[in-house]
Structure formats: C-alpha cells, structure tokens
C-alpha cells in the first residue's frame, strides 16, 4: 500500500499526514455516510485502513452490496445572527423553550372603573377624609414665667395604646408654638367641646406674636391655666374642656424632615360631667366634640354611642 511507511510512525493530529487526494480514494461519498464527505470522518476511516490493514476494495465491495438509502431532509430553521457560525457551532442544536399551557383561571370580566362610583379628590384635598379626629388645644410654655401658650391644631393621631402611650402630631417653625415645644419638650393637649366651638377658631387666626407683651390668649378668651402633674404647662380647664393630656416629647426624628413629633402621655385627665368613661352619651353640647374637616367646616360627635363592645371580641383587652 502507498501508505505502508508510516505504519510505525505514532499518530499526530497534523493535517499534513492525511491529505484530502488520500482519503476520498479509500472512502467514496455514500448514501448510507452522509457525513463521509466530511474531513475528520474521512481520516477517520483512513486511519483504520492503515492500522489494520483493510484493503480499499473492501470499501468499493461494501458500497455496491449496500442497498441505496433515502435520508431524510432535515428541518431547517432561518434565524438571524450577526456573529459568523463556524463547522462545530453549525452542529450544535437549538434548543427552544416550549410555549407555557393556556391558563386554566376563568377569564375575568372588566372592573368597573373608579369614576363610575367616586368623585376625583386633588391629592392636597385628601386629608379632609382622614383628619376628623376631635380639634385640640395645644398648651406650651410655663405660666409662671409667663411665656405659656395656646394654639389650634387638627393634625394629630394616636400610634400606641400603651406601653408608652404615644401620639403623633404634626407643629411647625410658623407656629409660635414650636420654639416652646422645641425647648421645653412638653406639652398639654385639650379636648373642647362643642361649647368652646367659636373659641377654638379664634385662637387658631391669631398668633401670640401679634398680641402685646402684656397680654395672652389666655387672657384674651378668659380661659382658666390649671397646674398640672407631670409637666410645667398649663391645663385649660373649665366646662368646656372634656379631657387635657399631659405629655413629653418621645422622638424628635422627624421634627427637621416632616415637622412631626412623637409624644408620650405621662398623664391623663377627664371631665366625668363632659365624658363618661361608661361609653354612654352625655347627651348635651358639653360632651360633643369637634372634628375639623379641613376645610373650616367640623363634624359634630357624641350625639349619639353605637356600642359594639360585645361583638368586638378580638380586642376585649382595650375594654374596661
């Protein structure tokens, strides 16, 4: 054989040892090899001609004994790449990811739209929905050195029960106010009832800073300062105040960002004439509070009590 020198020569996988003339005169192109035309194939098959001998007639003799085959055509598919695909990439096969089963969830008609059953509230109105906690009257400073204070405010809500009891309410630097909140940490809030209802506005339109030196809202709209326990400001008394809580500044974080400040109650007080602690009504305009709607205009509570307390089972430890 022609190739019978490199016989004891130990196989390279330089391409200079089998050239493409060599190969295709031991192995013909075949029906039954579609991929005999291939090169690495072809040394292949050269190889083991050399190693063992095997004549090349054997791969005539083979190929006019093979019946003709049909292979069948391979699906094709056309995609779109920027980046030249070479001989081993071409072989790789593409896998796709099969298409998720149609969901078996019902199809859901359409909802209804929100303007179909609300009016469109500017985002700057919204707070007339969720203000309507009773009005208060915020007491700062110190009688005793004659710097104590009122105002109105309407911005306020509870964040605990107990434990410390806390209360959030929103004061800012245009209140005289917040310069004696900031400084003393301490403050006095008071429930009016329907009684102070004309008062509580006024007290809210003016700013101790326009009053002179000598004179005080206190003195102004003749209401009593009573001395409380656990803080230096005073208390308003009188019938027509339901409750005063005594507080202390608890968190001041929120002051810079938000004008927001965390109270905590030290000290609770209640008239028992204008509020009774058996959830009754009291039935006249002493025990009704006030609750501002944002807008000048207040809605009026404590005509009537709806008492649920029996069904509110899940709550029981908030009942006395």
Known sequence: MPARANLRIPFAPSRTLFQQPRVTSYLPSHPLSPIADKPHHQRLHNRLSLRFHIPSSFFHTYSTLAPPLTMPKRKTTTTTTTKPTTTRQSKRTKTTTPSSPPSSHPTMSPLPKASSLFTPLPPSKTNRLLEPGPILLVSTGNPQTQTHNLMTLGFHTMISHSSPTLIGLTLGPWDHSYSLLSSSKECVLSIPNLTLAKTVVDIGNISSSDLPPSETKWDRFKLDPIQGEKVSCALVGGDGIIGNLECKVEDESLVKKYNFWVL???????????????????????????????????FVGGEEVLDLRGRMTKWRMLQD
């Open 264 to 298: 905590r109650v030290v000290k609770g007080w209640v008239n028992e004439q204008n509020f009774r602690l058996d959830g009754t009504a009291v039935g006249t305009d002493k025990g009704k509070m006030m609750h501002h709607r944002g807008d000048g205009s207040f």
